[in-house]
């Protein structure tokens, strides 16, 4: 594992630290040998995908997509990718040089209104679950909505079922109220895998001190995102790096503590936006990309070209997940102990899934 600027004892710590990336946006299509590789050579140790697609209302759909992974991962199981179910798994996987895969959903509303079919997708292997994406479901409200009515009953009773299934709740683009409502009857930590202090940056997708707060009394973890429109409203994607990505865990650390922090990139390296995705993005939730981005996404439309890079646009400093260990390096720059920046790298988080799911 060799990346430009980075030292070799920031290396050496990556190396040894189970890196747990809790949103990789990768999709069955896009996992390929080249993409396994980039994993490989940034010193990953395990990865959380979505499944089904965020948007997914039905329930056989969800099943096919699901069958979609288990077929990617028949091709490289388990010497090179493997899926797992406990903490013990992944720490398995990282030893013998395999990518441990976690199943997550963002969403819950495939589930319709039949709990029954949570415990089928628990015993296929999936391991966390949100409530809501972006907007209201039968559950609760997403962050998206202008207002949110917070859970509604069957939400309570997703709740529940959630914790006797000892399935690890996400909430990182759920409402402020449903998410307060779903950390006060959780008997379990809850996780906000990919979301940013809106203290720091104010988009309606980043979560609010007291959230943070509550999530850190609760056990929890918020994996902090490098996504450039959650990371600043006042610079270009362009201008952004990795100091302004460290502002926010510091933010972070300094409100709850250091155990409370990890890591969500959400990068999508092999991802190209259309002209039309991102039209469609815009009708359908208003005021979900920050000026800037709609500056870098409208210079595209005009130029004619059919696809535009989502970590050109997003994370212009991390293209490629081989390029992980510039966040060891930076976080060891910045004064963080060896032991606190392996905590962020990935144990912080194992302590929390292993609290819910179990060794």
Not at 218 to 234: A, E, Y
Not at 235 to 263: A, C, M, S
Not at 304 to 312: D, K, M, T
Request: glycine share 8%; aromatic share 8%.
């Amino acid at each position: 594992m060799r990346v430009d600027n980075v030292s070799d004892r920031a290396l050496k710590l990556h190396n040894e630290s189970v890196v747990l990336d809790c949103l990789n946006a990768v999709y069955p299509p896009e996992f390929d040998e080249d993409y396994l590789q980039s994993l490989k050579a940034g010193g990953v140790a395990a990865i959380k995908v979505t499944i089904p697609d965020v948007e997914c209302l039905s329930l056989s759909q969800a099943v096919r997509e699901l069958a979609g992974w288990f077929q990617r991962l028949r091709a490289f199981e388990p010497s090179r990718m493997r899926l797992v179910r406990s903490t013990q798994e992944i720490r398995t996987a990282k030893r013998e040089g395999a990518i441990a895969v976690i199943l997550g959903s963002q969403g819950a509303g495939f589930l319709g209104l039949d709990l029954s079919s949570l415990d089928f997708f628990e015993r296929l292997g999936m391991r966390t679950m949100q409530p809501t994406y972006q907007r209201r479901n039968q559950f609760g409200s997403g962050c998206c909505e202008e207002k949110d009515d917070g859970l509604s009953r069957l939400g309570v009773d997703w709740v529940n079922s959630m914790n006797k299934l000892n399935m690890a709740i996400s909430l990182s683009h759920v409402g402020y109220r449903t998410s307060m409502e779903v950390m006060e009857i959780s008997k379990d930590p809850v996780i906000f895998d990919h979301s940013n202090p809106k203290a720091l940056c104010n988009h309606m997708r980043n979560i609010t001190d007291e959230q943070i707060q509550v999530c850190a009394e609760k056990g929890g973890v918020v994996g902090l995102t490098p996504f450039s429109m959650f990371v600043s409203d006042v610079k270009r994607p362009t201008e952004l790096g990795v100091r302004d990505y460290l502002k926010h865990i510091e933010y972070v650390v300094n409100l709850v503590g250091v155990d409370h922090v990890g890591i969500g990139l959400d990068l999508a390296e092999r991802h190209y936006r259309t002209p039309q995705i991102i039209l469609d993005e815009r009708r359908m939730l208003p005021g979900i990309t920050s000026k800037f981005v709609e500056e870098v996404e409208d210079d595209f439309i005009k130029s004619g070209l059919a696809g535009l890079s989502h970590s050109e646009l997003y994370i212009p400093w991390l293209n490629s997940m081989s390029q992980m260990p510039i966040i060891t390096d930076a976080l060891l720059e910045e004064g963080y102990s060896e032991q606190n920046v392996k905590k962020i790298l990935g144990e912080n988080l194992l302590r929390v899934f292993e609290r819910i799911w179990g060794s």
